[in-house]
């Protein structure tokens, strides 16, 4: 006689026309769930008399020593540094780091993402790309009971640690010293709309703006997507041609100010007496070149450390540890490219 199949989660998502992980949530009662779907869900699994698979809980739930850390560039200073603050502290309570790379692109995330569930880390830091609008994907770790820390780039509402900089404070300080050096014309070139820490730098860019009485003119504003040294320089000569442009630009980074001021090097536009210059990251790169590039600078090892401590105690506290989120200061670094006017 054939030996009677034991219902499977895969089994009640197909039968239903759900996801697994909605299955799996449902069964859990989680608030993201509708009362609707969990009721659903709990009577075809009372009815066909659902049993849950304890060894593959348990398996679930035995510790690799392994975590995740999902970062959009590993080529780039700022991730790198907080690369290192992952590994450093990581290691140093015995946890191995599995880096992956998103390339800034949501399907790219998606797929390292599987990776990593599939090879039962214990838990899992991320910055998001610059494309991550949806995090269903990253729920499938909560549902496996891997908890998640989002480092830097963050979505507000998928509810885990986070840990980031204080994004509009430090473009308030930039702006707001411009002003106080005699710019009254300034630019913001920004980053995309549905990234977090974009959005809080413009804040930050436009209540300095308003704390001054001083226009915000839409021809000053530009949305760098990918925000590359390409964009700053094409942005530059777009402001630069205006009949009336700005006299100092802020950068949503280090390397879109690079491109601005190399379109002004080009165009013999001095900087700082004819246009100011300010930018985000703090890269080396800024004190190499002439003159060097004011900024704000970012701590990214800093960042790296408090996410990985926020991970492991999340790791072996579980649920008792709260979902907080921790921001950590930006400093304004001042350097040859803004000078009293």
Same mark, same amino acid.
């Given at each position: 006689?054939?030996?009677?199949?034991?219902?499977?989660?895969?089994?009640?998502?197909?039968?239903?026309?759900?996801?697994?992980?909605?299955?799996?949530?449902?069964?859990?009662?989680?608030?993201?769930?509708? =009362?609707?779907?969990?009721?659903? %869900?709990? !009577? +075809?699994?009372?009815?066909?008399?659902? *049993?849950?698979? @304890?060894?593959?809980?348990?398996?679930?739930?035995?510790?690799?020593?392994?975590?995740?850390?999902?970062?959009?560039?590993?080529?780039?200073?700022?991730?790198?540094?907080?690369?290192?603050?992952?590994?450093?502290?990581?290691?140093?309570?015995?946890?191995?780091?599995?880096?992956?790379?998103?390339?800034?692109?949501?399907?790219?995330?998606?797929?390292?993402?599987?990776?990593?569930?599939?090879?039962?880390?214990?838990?899992?830091?991320?910055?998001?790309?610059?494309?991550?609008?949806?995090?269903?994907?990253?729920?499938?770790?909560?549902?496996?009971?891997?908890?998640?820390?989002?480092?830097?780039?963050?979505?507000?509402?998928? =509810?885990?640690?986070?840990?980031? %900089?204080? !994004? +509009?404070?430090?473009?308030?300080?930039? *702006?707001?010293? @411009?002003?106080?050096?005699?710019?009254?014309?300034?630019?913001?070139?920004?980053?995309?709309?549905?990234?977090?820490?974009?959005?809080?730098?413009?804040?930050?860019?436009?209540?300095?703006?308003?704390?001054?009485?001083?226009?915000?003119?839409?021809?000053?504003?530009?949305?760098?997507?990918?925000?590359?040294?390409?964009?700053?320089?094409?942005?530059?000569?777009?402001?630069?041609?205006?009949?009336?442009?700005?006299?100092?630009?802020?950068?949503?980074?280090?390397?879109?100010?690079?491109?601005?001021?190399?379109?002004?090097?080009?165009?013999?536009?001095?900087?700082?007496?004819?246009?100011?210059?300010?930018?985000?990251?703090?890269?080396?790169?800024?004190?190499?070149?002439?003159?060097?590039?004011?900024?704000?600078?970012?701590?990214?090892?800093?960042?790296?450390?408090?996410?990985?401590?926020?991970?492991?105690?999340?790791?072996?506290?579980?649920?008792?540890?709260?979902?907080?989120?921790?921001?950590?200061?930006?400093?304004?670094?001042?350097?040859?490219?803004?000078?009293?006017?």
């Amino acid at each position: 006689m054939a030996e009677k199949h034991q219902l499977t989660l895969k089994d009640i998502a197909r039968e239903l026309g759900l996801a697994v992980s909605t299955v799996s949530r449902a069964l859990k009662s989680h608030p993201d769930i509708s =009362d609707e779907t969990i009721k659903l %869900v709990k !009577d +075809y699994a009372k009815e066909h008399h659902y *049993v849950p698979n @304890l060894l593959a809980v348990n398996f679930r739930k035995s510790k690799t020593f392994n975590i995740g850390l999902v970062i959009p560039e590993l080529v780039h200073q700022f991730f790198s540094t907080i690369i290192s603050g992952v590994l450093q502290e990581a290691n140093d309570k015995g946890y191995n780091v599995l880096i992956c790379q998103s390339n800034e692109k949501l399907s790219d995330e998606k797929k390292v993402a599987q990776a990593l569930l599939n090879s039962r880390v214990d838990g899992v830091i991320i910055s998001l790309s610059n494309e991550t609008e949806d995090y269903s994907h990253l729920k499938e770790f909560l549902d496996a009971e891997i908890p998640v820390v989002q480092v830097d780039k963050i979505i507000e509402g998928f =509810d885990t640690p986070k840990v980031v %900089v204080n !994004d +509009y404070s430090g473009a308030y300080q930039a *702006v707001d010293y @411009l002003i106080g050096q005699g710019y009254q014309k300034v630019a913001h070139l920004r980053g995309r709309l549905i990234v977090q820490h974009s959005n809080e730098r413009h804040r930050g860019y436009a209540e300095a703006m308003e704390q001054h009485k001083l226009p915000i003119k839409e021809d000053y504003i530009r949305i760098c997507d990918l925000q590359t040294e390409k964009e700053g320089y094409t942005y530059a000569r777009e402001m630069m041609n205006l009949p009336e442009p700005p006299d100092a630009i802020f950068c949503v980074t280090d390397l879109v100010a690079l491109g601005v001021m190399e379109y002004l090097r080009e165009k013999n536009i001095k900087v700082p007496e004819e246009v100011g210059v300010i930018g985000f990251s703090n890269w080396q790169l800024g004190e190499i070149i002439r003159p060097t590039l004011s900024t704000v600078h970012q701590p990214g090892f800093e960042l790296g450390v408090k996410a990985t401590e926020l991970l492991l105690d999340k790791i072996n506290n579980g649920s008792s540890s709260p979902n907080i989120k921790v921001v950590l200061d930006a400093d304004l670094i001042i350097r040859d490219s803004v000078r009293k006017l």
